[in-house]
């Protein structure tokens, strides 16, 4: 049996060190990746669950009068996003105040919190409590468009905060600048895209006229 060569050493160090090179380079982003494949997922989740929540009716006991639930919102920034719930005392059904009266809709005082469970209380529970915080910088973001899947025409760069509400009783969407709160969605509209970089990994959540939230990559 013979021994290995000086080359054929040489040859095998080579390889070993192309081979740990593409496994260093891979773990360097794998960091951001899984951070931002993780926050998207949450993301996409908790919209989705908030149209579930908008397709049923709840009655809410507040100071001892009764309230329906009416919407369910998702107040948004660059850097972070909470749930809340409109409700209401009026007789007038969900879908007729969000026709007539959409700023109804805006996050207002007193807050009324919104959990993975469905809960609606004042006080949140921190760990139900369904609200995230996004590691934003020049090279990392979050924005929203409603024309393109890379965002270029970021709505954050007009409004500091953008409300995403699905209300009762089929699961339609407003989408309310923060700062008349009116609704951005026209008659005709048909995606909206949340867009998110972190490193060198793009994703973008694409929702549908029908209200799914679908994660997608560039």
């Not at 060190?17 to 989740?45: C, E, M, P």
């Not at 639930?69 to 660059?78: E, F, I, S, V």
């Not at 699961?171 to 970089?197: A, H, K």
Request: proline content about 4%.
């Amino acid at each position: 049996m013979r021994g290995f060569t000086l080359i054929e050493i040489s040859i095998i160090i080579l390889i070993i060190t192309i081979l740990t090179s593409i496994s260093l380079k891979f773990t360097v982003f794998s960091g951001d990746t899984l951070y931002l494949k993780n926050f998207v997922y949450r993301l996409a989740s908790n919209i989705n669950l908030l149209k579930d929540f908008s397709l049923g009716r709840r009655v809410i006991v507040i100071n001892g009068v009764q309230n329906k639930a009416c919407g369910y919102g998702l107040l948004m920034t660059p850097s972070s996003y909470y749930a809340y719930a409109y409700v209401t005392s009026s007789p007038i059904e969900c879908d007729f105040i969000a026709l007539l009266d959409p700023q109804a809709f805006r996050p207002s005082s007193p807050l009324l919190y919104l959990h993975t469970n469905g809960d609606i209380r004042e006080l949140p529970i921190e760990p139900l409590q369904i609200k995230d915080n996004f590691q934003s910088n020049s090279l990392n973001y979050f924005r929203i468009s409603l024309n393109s899947p890379n965002c270029s025409d970021n709505l954050f760069s007009l409004y500091s905060q953008i409300a995403l509400i699905y209300y009762n009783p089929y699961g339609d969407i407003l989408l309310l600048e923060g700062g008349s709160w009116n609704n951005l969605l026209s008659f005709d509209w048909d995606n909206i895209y949340l867009c998110f970089r972190r490193g060198n990994e793009e994703i973008y959540l694409r929702i549908n006229r029908s209200g799914q939230a679908l994660l997608q990559n560039f």
